[in-house]
Protein backbone atom coordinates (compact mmCIF):
# COMPACT_ATOMS: atom_id res chain seq x y z
CA UNK A 1 0.00 0.00 0.00
CA UNK A 2 1.43 3.60 -0.81
CA UNK A 3 2.00 5.54 2.56
CA UNK A 4 1.08 8.90 0.85
CA UNK A 5 -2.59 7.69 0.36
CA UNK A 6 -2.69 4.79 3.67
CA UNK A 7 -1.43 7.50 6.13
CA UNK A 8 -4.09 10.47 6.06
CA UNK A 9 -6.94 7.79 5.44
CA UNK A 10 -5.54 6.08 9.05
CA UNK A 11 -4.90 8.69 11.13
CA UNK A 12 -8.30 10.17 10.46
CA UNK A 13 -9.83 6.99 11.57
CA UNK A 14 -7.86 6.04 14.18
CA UNK A 15 -8.08 9.46 15.14
CA UNK A 16 -11.87 9.78 15.02
CA UNK A 17 -12.09 5.85 16.73
CA UNK A 18 -10.15 7.48 19.84
CA UNK A 19 -12.85 10.26 20.13
CA UNK A 20 -9.85 12.74 20.21
CA UNK A 21 -9.81 16.23 17.86
CA UNK A 22 -7.76 17.66 15.15
CA UNK A 23 -7.02 20.28 17.88
CA UNK A 24 -6.11 18.04 20.79
CA UNK A 25 -3.71 16.00 18.55
CA UNK A 26 -1.88 19.39 17.58
CA UNK A 27 -1.91 20.09 21.02
CA UNK A 28 -0.58 16.64 22.16
CA UNK A 29 2.10 17.01 19.71
CA UNK A 30 3.04 20.62 20.41
CA UNK A 31 2.29 21.83 17.07
CA UNK A 32 -0.01 24.08 14.86
CA UNK A 33 -3.13 23.15 14.11
CA UNK A 34 -2.72 23.70 10.53
CA UNK A 35 0.08 21.36 10.57
CA UNK A 36 -1.86 18.65 12.42
CA UNK A 37 -4.61 19.10 9.37
CA UNK A 38 -1.91 18.64 6.83
CA UNK A 39 -0.87 15.29 8.07
CA UNK A 40 -4.75 13.86 7.39
CA UNK A 41 -5.43 15.78 4.03
CA UNK A 42 -1.84 14.12 2.51
CA UNK A 43 -0.70 17.70 1.97
CA UNK A 44 2.27 17.30 4.10
CA UNK A 45 3.47 14.53 5.92
CA UNK A 46 4.84 13.99 9.60
CA UNK A 47 8.54 14.14 10.12
CA UNK A 48 9.70 10.36 12.29
CA UNK A 49 9.95 12.30 15.88
CA UNK A 50 6.14 13.77 14.94
CA UNK A 51 5.06 9.99 13.47
CA UNK A 52 6.88 8.32 17.07
CA UNK A 53 4.21 11.33 18.48
CA UNK A 54 1.63 10.19 16.65
CA UNK A 55 1.40 6.41 17.07
CA UNK A 56 2.17 6.87 20.76
CA UNK A 57 -0.65 9.00 21.25
CA UNK A 58 -3.02 7.36 19.02
CA UNK A 59 -1.68 3.50 21.03
CA UNK A 60 -0.73 2.34 17.16
CA UNK A 61 2.08 1.12 15.25
CA UNK A 62 3.66 3.43 12.81
CA UNK A 63 3.55 0.65 10.16
CA UNK A 64 -0.16 0.56 10.59
CA UNK A 65 -0.42 4.27 9.66
CA UNK A 66 1.77 4.11 6.82
CA UNK A 67 0.08 0.74 5.57
CA UNK A 68 2.47 -1.71 6.08
CA UNK A 69 0.70 -3.88 8.71
CA UNK A 70 -3.24 -4.18 8.76
CA UNK A 71 -2.05 -4.54 12.74
CA UNK A 72 -2.81 -1.76 14.30
CA UNK A 73 -0.58 -2.69 17.42
Known sequence: MNYKMAFPKRLT?????AGKTQDEMAI???IAR????????GASFPKFENL?????????SIDYLVGLSNKKN
Open 13 to 17: EVRKE
Open 28 to 30: AMD
Open 34 to 41: PSYTMYET
Open 52 to 60: MKIADILNV
